[in-house]
């Protein structure tokens, strides 16, 4: 069905399992408090309502890519994702570009409370708020004219468990945030 709600583009196979520079789209907030259209894309990548991803910390995230995409406002072509955040990143805010684990196309997070997989920020790689952004993202990967996007060349390990990073769920069902103790992901 995600195919069919996007019109069957596909993530060429050299923006899979890689790392790769997205820009945080929205402030970071309770899946559910996305607005409607974040929401219907979450869905596509697995963060569904009832199922235990909705309670993670989930990114909405932008990357660009020269050959399939949705057309975006600044004239080049993007592809809308999402990344687990890890408990000890700070609240993502939109603009701050970031270093996403990026696994494939659809449903890259369906299933990571169970089998601890799939798409996950690794790191803010240039904060929006901080003086130095423009700078920051200059010295980026870049696709075409657009700086901040790409291959970021850093390691991709097997699994996600290499890393050492916790990842809990932080809200309940209505969105309230829980007080958690940090583990990491069986």
């Excluded at 809308?80 to 997070?109: A, C, F, M, W």
């Excluded at 423009?134 to 468990?161: D, H, N, W």
Aim: a negative charge; one cysteine or more; hydrophobic letters at 40%.
């Amino acid at each position: 069905m995600n195919a069919v709600l996007n019109a069957g583009t596909e993530l060429p196979a050299n923006m899979r399992q890689v790392n790769v520079a997205a820009q945080v789209i929205h402030d970071e907030v309770w899946a559910g408090d996305y607005p409607f259209g974040a929401r219907n894309q979450l869905y596509t990548v697995g963060v569904i309502k009832g199922e235990p991803e909705y309670s993670m910390r989930v990114a909405f995230l932008q990357m660009r890519h020269p050959e399939y995409g949705a057309w975006v406002r600044a004239g080049g072509k993007g592809w809308v994702s999402t990344g687990i955040i890890p408990d000890h990143l700070p609240p993502l805010k939109q603009g701050d570009v970031v270093e996403l684990r990026q696994t494939g196309t659809y449903n890259v997070v369906k299933g990571f409370v169970e089998n601890g997989e799939g798409n996950v920020v690794l790191q803010i790689l240039c904060s929006a708020g901080d003086p130095a952004f423009k700078e920051c993202v200059a010295a980026l990967p870049r696709i075409g004219a657009f700086q901040g996007f790409g291959e970021t060349s850093s390691y991709y390990p097997e699994s996600i468990r290499e890393y050492g990073f916790t990842f809990s769920q932080n809200y309940d069902a209505n969105g309230v945030a829980l007080a958690v103790a940090r583990k990491p992901l069986n």
